[in-house]
């Protein structure tokens, strides 16, 4: 068992662990999550690594429901201990998914251990790390981190009290119109809360939404919006919600039900980003979420014909090993790869900090595989790395 979950974790050589020397330890910028801003005010504590783990995070969810455990386990009333175990029961089936990495990685980086969970060992590893956590609170978790900015995902009616500089990290709120559109608010009325919300140091709009539609007024708006503006335009799209409408009716929305559609259509994007270049004479900076990854290539080609447009992290059910790799290879060769802004949580969890340092250690070594295959200049292999694992996004933040 020397070898599990080592140091060298999906590092393949000398290389990658240079690489990866050099950026793990840079500071964290999540620049888009749902985590709440109140419980980092507050500086929360947990009652255990159940409710740390198992209270909102539909990626464990699903994976609960994929082995057969009963809902009553998931999302139901069992006791945090019990939904534990039942998730810990789960784990060995779990081989190749990233909540393998991510569980394990969160058990050594926070609490030291670096055994495998399974049924057997986790009673043994329930009780050591609630121990450990009785001393962390929201904040040291954050500080453990390095977590440095966080941009919450925010209703436009929200009024925005715990936001602010906070134990020293910049928590932001982020611009979020979906329901308001879909219940018809005017765009008078939403503007006026983009300007409150600009007041408290918004620097992020995010729309998430199904198909695209080349006739989407709201889209345009908030195109328009934001490049007035000058902040950044977060989209996420192909979505397919709720899909179990059973399921639904009895546990409720974000709870695991959503998957991603067949195919999106690139081409009324392009149409849309055309014609509001065109109108505004610009475009705010934009950076592309596809939920389905068969339009990355797509995506990314249409993005080296616009100002300001990149390609997103891999999203959602893209954040695995593959998918990942998959995200950097295609936008390394149809598009610029030493522009993208690096990973980010999408979570409601704040032990999943630990994905950053997943990402970046798969960050070294696909630049790593490059230089040892002579395909790439080791001298810039540094700077490259910090580029994308922190640089760019401080730069569009910040300015």
Same mark, same amino acid.
């Given at each position: 068992?020397?070898?599990?979950?080592?140091?060298?974790?999906?590092?393949?050589?000398?290389?990658?662990?240079?690489?990866?020397?050099?950026?793990?330890?840079?500071?964290?910028?999540?620049?888009?999550?749902?985590?709440?801003?109140?419980?980092?005010?507050?500086?929360?504590?947990?009652?255990?690594?159940?409710?740390?783990?198992?209270?909102?995070?539909? $990626?464990?969810?699903?994976?609960?429901?994929?082995?057969?455990?009963?809902?009553?386990?998931?999302?139901?009333?069992?006791?945090?201990?019990?939904?534990?175990? +039942?998730?810990?029961?789960?784990?060995?089936?779990?081989?190749?998914?990233?909540?393998?990495?991510?569980?394990?990685?969160?058990?050594?980086?926070?609490?030291?251990?670096? !055994?495998?969970?399974?049924?057997?060992?986790?009673?043994?590893?329930?009780?050591?790390?609630? +121990?450990?956590?009785?001393?962390?609170?929201?904040?040291?978790?954050?500080?453990?981190?390095?977590?440095?900015?966080? !941009?919450?995902?925010?209703?436009?009616? +929200?009024?925005?009290?715990?936001?602010?500089?906070?134990?020293?990290?910049?928590?932001?709120?982020?611009?979020?119109?979906?329901?308001?559109?879909?219940?018809?608010?005017?765009?008078?009325?939403?503007?006026?809360?983009?300007?409150?919300?600009?007041?408290?140091?918004?620097?992020?709009?995010?729309?998430?939404?199904?198909?695209?539609?080349?006739?989407?007024?709201?889209?345009?708006?908030?195109?328009?919006?934001?490049?007035?503006?000058?902040?950044?335009?977060?989209?996420?799209?192909?979505?397919?919600?709720?899909?179990?409408?059973?399921?639904?009716?009895?546990?409720?929305?974000?709870?695991?039900?959503?998957?991603?559609?067949?195919?999106?259509?690139?081409?009324?994007?392009?149409?849309?980003?055309?014609?509001?270049?065109?109108?505004?004479?610009?475009?705010?900076?934009?950076?592309?979420?596809?939920?389905?990854?068969?339009?990355?290539?797509?995506?990314?080609?249409?993005?080296?014909?616009?100002?300001?447009?990149?390609?997103?992290?891999?999203?959602?059910?893209?954040?695995?090993?593959?998918?990942?790799?998959?995200?950097?290879?295609?936008?390394?060769?149809?598009? !610029?790869?030493?522009?993208?802004?690096?990973?980010?949580?999408?979570?409601?969890?704040?032990?999943?900090?630990?994905?950053?340092?997943?990402?970046?250690?798969?960050?070294?070594?696909?630049?790593?595989?490059?230089?040892?295959?002579?395909? $790439?200049?080791?001298?810039?292999?540094?700077?490259?790395?910090?580029?994308?694992?922190?640089?760019?996004?401080?730069?569009?933040?910040?300015?």
């Amino acid at each position: 068992m020397e070898d599990f979950f080592s140091d060298g974790l999906l590092l393949s050589g000398q290389t990658a662990r240079k690489i990866y020397d050099g950026i793990k330890d840079l500071p964290i910028i999540d620049y888009h999550c749902h985590l709440d801003e109140r419980a980092i005010a507050e500086d929360r504590h947990f009652s255990g690594l159940g409710e740390l783990w198992l209270a909102g995070d539909h $990626y464990k969810w699903r994976a609960m429901r994929l082995c057969g455990v009963d809902e009553d386990y998931i999302t139901g009333g069992r006791s945090y201990r019990e939904k534990f175990l +039942k998730y810990a029961e789960i784990m060995p089936k779990l081989i190749g998914n990233p909540l393998y990495y991510w569980t394990h990685m969160e058990l050594k980086s926070l609490f030291g251990i670096n !055994a495998p969970l399974n049924a057997k060992s986790a009673e043994e590893i329930l009780d050591t790390a609630d +121990k450990k956590l009785a001393d962390m609170s929201v904040g040291s978790l954050l500080e453990k981190f390095k977590v440095e900015y966080i !941009a919450t995902t925010d209703d436009p009616m +929200k009024e925005l009290k715990y936001h602010g500089v906070i134990g020293g990290v910049k928590v932001c709120p982020t611009f979020r119109p979906d329901r308001c559109f879909k219940e018809g608010v005017s765009h008078d009325v939403l503007e006026k809360r983009l300007a409150y919300f600009i007041s408290k140091g918004c620097r992020i709009a995010d729309h998430g939404f199904d198909l695209v539609d080349a006739g989407n007024e709201d889209l345009r708006w908030l195109i328009e919006q934001c490049y007035k503006n000058g902040i950044v335009l977060q989209l996420h799209f192909g979505t397919f919600r709720n899909i179990n409408s059973g399921a639904f009716s009895s546990v409720g929305a974000d709870a695991g039900f959503d998957v991603f559609r067949a195919s999106v259509d690139t081409d009324a994007l392009a149409k849309i980003l055309d014609e509001e270049l065109q109108r505004l004479g610009g475009l705010p900076q934009i950076v592309l979420y596809p939920l389905n990854d068969n339009s990355l290539r797509a995506l990314a080609a249409i993005s080296g014909a616009f100002p300001n447009v990149l390609i997103g992290a891999a999203w959602w059910f893209n954040d695995t090993v593959c998918g990942i790799r998959r995200q950097m290879e295609t936008v390394s060769e149809y598009a !610029a790869f030493g522009t993208q802004l690096g990973m980010l949580t999408d979570s409601r969890s704040f032990s999943s900090y630990v994905r950053f340092d997943f990402y970046r250690r798969l960050l070294a070594d696909f630049i790593a595989e490059k230089v040892d295959a002579g395909e $790439y200049d080791e001298n810039s292999a540094a700077s490259l790395a910090a580029d994308v694992a922190y640089n760019n996004v401080r730069r569009l933040i910040y300015g």
